[in-house]
């Protein structure tokens, strides 16, 4: 039960801001050089295993399906080398029956860990082919410094955030969608950018007809609310879940939470939303997968990623529409509508610029996700 640590009584009060600057704080550059900075070790073996701590909270940084931060990390004992491993007891089974949200999620945090690990002067090798669906990364001391682009990308990891609000619906510049563009490439994923009027009438009435079957789903509504933390204790105690504050909603009790969205969780005013909140974008963006595996999603998960933190450097908010990717009879209808018919399409995300700044979403402890050898 996912929920039970959320709604148990706090052993230590926390405010919800203090809890999200002790996770989403900023390592410098020069102290990646000189990992004694990050902490004084007692000997090599506990040097290396710091530094995989560090590199375990900023991919764990990364964003995940109803933010589950569905993943482990375990550790060699050489301190070389990290598995990430899916965490199956934090599936969706209802809105991600075939795990691709699962994979994609791990992708993004294999991402920021390769840009990390770059950061602190490592090259990755990465195997991600592993009959179990788990990803090997062994390090390596890189051969040469870290890139201004890696840098760029490793900084941005902590300002990096899924935008649920409206944007300004001012257009992008060719340049601004050249360099996104490029960021979402990768192997074997295909991002499709629609930024013309009449794409995102498209978008739009997809994304709201598999939003209206989704709101009828009274499994999707009992596991989606399962994830909602609507109070502050709440949501710092379990450092997981869609938290109100991250939502723009204002912290309440989670009794008066479940009434009010029960009331208002409905299909009309929801759908209005989405409408208003995909006009005031710039466009958007499919990310699609020649093959529907897990090695597949992982890649997509990563070249999200890239993307994500190339917008957040160039001032560009994202969020998610995955609605049609979500709804296996809408999903090839809406390949097809937008010239994507025998591929499929794993990932719909929004951008934009301008918009309300709001709070980041909690992570959990990297003690709940790190695995000693």
């Known amino acids: 039960n996912h929920s039970a640590k959320a709604f148990s009584t706090p052993t230590k009060t926390m405010h919800y801001q203090d809890a999200i600057e002790s996770v989403w704080h900023p390592t410098s550059l020069v102290a990646c050089q000189d990992p004694e900075k990050i902490s004084t070790p007692e000997s090599e073996s506990e040097s290396k295993m710091k530094l995989l701590k560090e590199l375990v909270r900023y991919a764990s940084l990364a964003p995940s399906s109803h933010n589950t931060q569905c993943w482990k990390f375990e550790a060699s004992e050489d301190g070389m080398s990290l598995t990430i491993l899916p965490d199956l007891e934090r ?14 999620s791990l992708g993004c945090a294999l991402e920021n860990l390769v840009i990390a690990a770059a950061a602190f002067g490592l090259e990755s090798r990465v195997d991600s082919t592993d009959p179990e669906n788990e990803i090997h990364v062994h390090f390596l001391p890189a051969s040469s410094s870290t890139t201004e682009t890696t840098a760029a990308l490793f900084e941005a990891i902590p300002k990096r955030q899924v935008s649920r609000t409206e944007y300004n619906g001012e257009p992008l510049t060719d340049e601004e969608l050249v360099v996104l563009r490029r960021a979402a490439m990768g192997d074997g994923v295909e991002a499709l950018f629609l930024v013309d009027h009449e794409s995102q009438k498209v978008v739009e009435d997809h994304v709201t007809h598999a939003n209206s079957a989704q709101i009828r789903n009274t499994a999707f509504v009992r596991e989606l609310l399962s994830w909602i933390r609507f109070g502050e204790q709440e949501s710092v105690n379990s450092g997981d879940g869609l938290a109100g504050a991250a939502m723009g909603s204002p912290f309440i009790p989670r009794w008066i939470g479940q009434i009010f969205f029960m009331l208002m969780f409905r299909t009309t005013p929801e759908n209005d939303k989405i409408r208003r909140q995909i006009r005031s974008s710039a466009g958007t963006v499919v990310f699609a ?6 090695s597949q999603w992982i890649e997509v998960g990563r070249a999200y990623e890239r993307f994500a933190l190339q917008a957040t450097l160039l001032g560009v908010r994202n969020a998610m529409l995955n609605q049609p990717a979500e709804e296996a009879d809408e999903r090839h209808k809406f390949a097809k509508a937008v010239g994507l018919e025998g591929k499929r399409p794993d990932l719909i995300v929004r951008f934009g610029k301008g918009g309300a700044e709001l709070p980041h979403s909690l992570r959990r402890p990297v003690e709940d996700i790190f695995v000693l050898p």
Request: proline share 10%; net charge negative.
């Open 91 to 104: 599936r969706c089974p209802v809105v991600d029956p075939d795990d691709h949200h699962l994979y994609i």
């Open 289 to 294: 997968s020649q093959k529907e595996n897990a």
